[in-house]
């Protein structure tokens, strides 16, 4: 009884990770067919090794891995190198593959005898002969880490040529020094999410559910990544948030780690050579360096990749996304040492319970809206024109505002409820005070590409700019917080030869 129980615990174990297998490798685009296909040769692969005669009462374990498994084996290696390889796996495997010759050497010699001739002699030829393959594979291993690394060396210094080129094309602007106060939206390039996470939080994508469809769902689209700049005439140069690092979109698989990478596309984020964000800055006639603090709504990669630039920069953001939340720490490497945590002892904000008066003139204020994270905030800046919320992932776009219609992917259980409380205490700030505008990281519609864009051209949208974005928001919402018709977003199938679909409003 208990070999049987054994043996049903190991066919549990190895077909629960060949399904997690065969969703990384949907998550990679291989088609489903092949999946299927490969699949049941999995499947029935182990079942064979297990239980060999219920393939038939002359199958052996010794004719299953000859017929099944090895054809598994090379499939499972040859997919891997497909859609999961990256050059700085070379000296890992090539020292894997060391390890196994040697090993089954030093196996083929313990069941060597003292006899002279006969198979024993062939067991020991064999032997030698495995254990010489292990160590030149060894020896290989050692010598191409090298060779990797001067190759990523070239392909860094490439971009590095693509970014000077940028910051030097025609176009750029001089820096304005006349004591005003500047925003500039800074868009950091796109990412490649699926419409169902980015829209279809009241049609079952919360939580694992929601997670496990964001893996294996192809209806995706591109949204832009956003970050914005604040020149502030007391406090220096600001930014909310960093957006991603030309690493991220053009190096990925060697900027994360191989956990990262299986459950990630390699293509989640598009940039060109003037998305950079120090290329933007530049452009603007800033300098990376001049940036003396960072207000990181939330710790996620695409609005922390930037933190690269900025060494020098003090990051102010929320103690519990700091503990509970970072996915992905290659991002925070040069400022783990510059981190500030808000206290939120500023007393009630409007709806929110507790804020914080960073600079303690009122100029910056901080808001708890935990949900997406574990510390997502908001940052109010006020100005004498009005007042600028940024977002951050709280709600993705202007529609996301009517949050009983249209809702992004939610985390469940109390996560999902602590959002849907921010986004009302949202809510409730913008309808107090009608000088407040929201500033959303990824909206995809006319209100960021048309109206944002133009009111913040020159970084001073002035008590006009901000009226029109109240109008704007006003033509797209009710009072009540319910869109009006004509607003109401639906997914678009990729035309023949898109790689992504598009979202229309209607």
Request: aromatic residues 8%.
């Amino acid at each position: 009884m208990m070999k049987i129980l054994g043996k049903v615990g190991l066919l549990v174990l190895a077909l629960t990770a060949g399904a997690a297998w065969l969703v990384i490798l949907r998550l990679k685009n291989v088609p489903a067919p092949l999946l299927l296909v490969y699949g049941l040769l999995l499947a029935v692969s182990v079942i064979g090794l297990l239980w060999p005669r219920v393939l038939g009462r002359r199958s052996t374990r010794r004719r299953v891995l000859a017929f099944l498994g090895v054809p598994a084996g090379l499939g499972t290696l040859g997919l891997y190198l497909a859609v999961v390889y990256y050059v700085t796996d070379l000296p890992v495997l090539l020292a894997l593959a060391a390890a196994g010759c040697l090993g089954w050497a030093a196996a083929a010699l313990l069941r060597v005898r003292r006899r002279a001739s006969g198979p024993h002699v062939r067991q020991a030829r064999r032997a030698f002969l495995l254990g010489g393959a292990g160590l030149v594979l060894g020896v290989l291993s050692g010598l191409s880490v090298s060779r990797v690394e001067g190759r990523r060396r070239e392909m860094l210094a490439q971009r590095e040529q693509q970014r000077q080129a940028a910051v030097r094309a025609p176009g750029a602007r001089p820096r304005v020094h006349d004591g005003a106060l500047r925003v500039f939206p800074i868009h950091t390039g796109d990412t490649v999410v699926t419409y169902g996470q980015f829209y279809g939080g009241l049609d079952g994508w919360e939580g694992l559910n929601g997670y496990v469809r964001t893996l294996v769902d192809k209806a995706q689209i591109t949204v832009p990544v956003y970050a914005y700049l604040i020149d502030h005439p007391r406090h220096g140069l600001l930014l909310v948030d960093t957006g991603v690092n030309r690493e991220q979109a053009h190096d990925h698989d060697g900027y994360y780690d191989m956990t990262s990478r299986l459950l990630s596309e390699r293509d989640e984020y598009q940039m060109t050579p003037e998305q950079d964000l120090r290329v933007h800055l530049a452009r603007l006639g800033y300098d990376a360096d001049e940036v003396t603090t960072v207000f990181l709504t939330h710790v996620h990669d695409d609005h922390a990749g930037g933190l690269r630039h900025l060494p020098r920069a003090t990051v102010v953001l929320d103690r519990r996304d700091w503990d509970h939340g970072v996915f992905y720490p290659h991002s925070f490497d040069l400022v783990k040492e510059n981190l500030s945590f808000p206290a939120f002892d500023s007393g009630a904000f409007g709806a929110f319970p507790a804020s914080q008066d960073h600079f303690g003139d009122g100029s910056i204020i901080l808001l708890p809206t935990p949900g997406h994270s574990p510390g997502h905030m908001c940052v109010l800046l006020r100005m004498d024109e009005g007042g600028l919320l940024f977002m951050g992932d709280t709600l993705y776009t202007l529609p996301h505002l009517a949050v009983d219609q249209v809702r992004q992917m939610t985390i469940g259980g109390a996560d999902t409820v602590h959002q849907i409380e921010a986004a009302r205490r949202i809510q409730s700030l913008l309808a107090s005070d009608t000088g407040v505008v929201p500033l959303f990281a990824h909206d995809n519609t006319r209100y960021q590409s048309d109206r944002v864009l133009s009111a913040f051209a020159q970084g001073t949208p002035g008590k006009e700019g901000l009226r029109e974005l109240r109008a704007h928001m006003e033509a797209v919402l009710t009072p009540g917080w319910r869109l009006r018709p004509g607003h109401a977003p639906r997914f678009v199938p990729a035309a023949s030869g898109a790689r992504w679909g598009r979202v229309e409003f209607g």
